[in-house]
């Protein structure tokens, strides 16, 4: 069957009317263009030709923030934070002229992690450690499923070789596959031979559609044990991701779902229940849009995990900690913390009927 005569997926049809749906307030939002990090491109063009600039940057190794630079059709997709780095390694940012130094400054995207982004490097294994658990609690669960990582696993840092190539790739693949989740959930005699790791998502969609679910990991170093607190705290979709999570669901037909793990209990929602509730008004009390600082004052989607279901019954925290010293190729130095231990005891009859597991594969 060809791509043009494949029978329309349901659920892929669903979420792309939840998507169109999506209240007014919110919709402009969600619009690619309107999260567009911009500096004065002509500006920057015209000083990069300068002859004393384009001496100096010949003059070193080209590269693929080199290319990218100098391209008319790219210059607009390169992350602030890479340019800046760029600047300082060629020894050019002084020569910049303000206005465009204050447009780089004032856009820098903090997507991409600064070196010595001690905060960035701790959250970013508490995500792999939750993970690692979730993971382990579904293929421990009585319900025959096996979750397999599918989400990036490269671990570089902004300064380390090779950093501003991957991230490079990343954009690409969210432009032309869209956001792949953390997991993928497969029944046991579904599960693929095949291994996905340090594959493109465009090499493996076909297997990738084999699956049941799609679970978006997320951390957070809040604590919560009791029923009244979950009132309080948040399932927290990122605006600039939405649409990423509808195209990627588009292309492979697959339901998505958002897992916060926190110190002492795992929630979940459906994809496809937060587009509804992001149908209504805000004044509701379902969800809410601010900009925190934390957040790098991004637009983010509040909605309280009451909305979604505990999916657990069990949790222990990591047994441990361990330490270890990275020297970036500028002679920095960060420290990195991996969790150990700890486990997840999922709710066998809450995560069925999430995911629907009763529905037979064919």
Request: proline residues 5%; positive net charge.
């Amino acid at each position: 069957m060809t791509a043009s005569t494949a029978k329309p997926n349901p659920y892929a049809a669903k979420i792309k009317k939840l998507y169109n749906d999506v209240h007014k307030n919110v919709k402009a939002l969600l619009d690619p263009k309107n999260q567009k990090r911009s500096f004065p491109k002509k500006a920057l063009r015209n000083f990069l030709r300068k002859r004393k600039i384009a001496i100096l940057l010949k003059s070193r190794p080209p590269d693929e923030i080199t290319s990218l630079v100098n391209s008319v059709e790219k210059l607009d997709v390169v992350p602030t934070e890479i340019l800046r780095t760029f600047f300082d390694e060629h020894e050019v940012w002084n020569l910049l002229p303000d206005n465009i130094k204050k447009a780089i400054e004032g856009n820098r995207d903090h997507r991409v992690p600064t070196q010595g982004s001690s905060d960035f490097i701790i959250n970013r294994e508490l995500g792999d450690w939750a993970e690692s658990v979730v993971r382990a609690g579904v293929d421990d669960s009585n319900l025959h499923l096996r979750g397999v990582r599918y989400g990036r696993s490269d671990n570089l840092l902004a300064g380390e070789e090779g950093f501003g190539k991957l991230f490079l790739e990343h954009l690409a693949e969210l432009k032309e596959v869209g956001k792949r989740p953390d997991l993928l959930i497969y029944r046991e005699a579904d599960v693929p031979n095949e291994s996905f790791e340090a594959k493109k998502a465009s090499e493996i969609i076909e297997a990738a559609k084999k699956a049941i679910g799609g679970f978006e990991i997320r951390s957070s170093q809040q604590a919560i044990k009791t029923d009244d607190k979950a009132e309080k705290l948040s399932f927290t979709p990122k605006i600039e991701d939405i649409h990423n999570v509808v195209q990627w669901i588009t292309l492979h037909g697959v339901p998505h779902f958002y897992v916060q793990v926190l110190f002492g209990r795992v929630y979940a929602i459906s994809f496809e229940k937060i587009l509804e509730l992001l149908a209504g008004p805000q004044e509701d009390g379902a969800y809410r849009v601010v900009k925190v600082a934390r957040n790098q004052f991004k637009s983010t989607i509040y909605i309280p995990l009451t909305q979604g279901v505990c999916i657990s019954t069990g949790f222990e925290n990591p047994s441990g900690l361990a330490a270890s010293i990275k020297e970036l190729p500028n002679g920095r130095v960060v420290i990195l913390v991996r969790f150990r231990g700890g486990k997840i005891v999922i709710d066998n009859s809450a995560l069925a009927k999430l995911i629907n597991v009763e529905v037979s594969a064919t």
